[in-house]
């Protein structure tokens, strides 16, 4: 059973870190690329940062480039989103999601909330003072 555990969400306030998994069971991580995904309350699921299954491409939405960085350990079968100079507006829950078509990381980015299959159940992060 193909299966996405994400973890290290919390509360943090404004200008600091947190550093989120996506832990893969049943299946290589590092045959799949990986989008992370948030989602806030009465908003849209939007893709944040996506990665290739070769670490090769990245891909980050405006909002967060400079801030984000998304890398994986395929040894590990984990992708990491390490989040710095957070701000009240990353509020969300974050998902991670697996996609094993190839797909361009802009494209998973944009499209991979109407598409991608395997998700894992959300962490949630909340930035506040």
């Known amino acids: 059973q193909l299966q996405l555990v994400e973890s290290g969400g919390g509360l943090v306030q404004p200008g600091g870190s947190l550093r989120l998994s996506c832990a893969a069971s049943?299946?290589?991580?590092?045959?799949?690329?990986i989008g992370w995904f948030r989602q806030a309350p009465g908003k849209e699921r939007e893709g944040v940062s996506c990665?290739?299954?070769?670490?090769?491409?990245?891909n980050y939405a405006d909002s967060v480039k400079g801030r984000f960085t998304i890398s994986r350990d395929n040894a590990k079968n984990t992708v990491y989103l390490q989040m710095n100079s957070l701000k009240p507006e990353d509020t969300a829950v974050y998902y991670c999601?697996?996609?094993?078509?190839?797909?361009?990381?802009?494209?998973?980015?944009?499209?991979?909330?109407?598409?991608?299959?395997?998700w894992g159940q959300g962490t949630l992060v909340t930035v506040s003072s």
């Open positions: 999601a697996a996609d094993s078509l190839g797909t361009s990381v802009q494209a998973m980015c944009v499209l991979g909330s109407r598409y991608l299959e395997v």
């Open positions: 049943g299946f290589t991580l590092g045959d799949y690329g």
């Open positions: 990665i290739s299954s070769s670490s090769g491409d990245t």
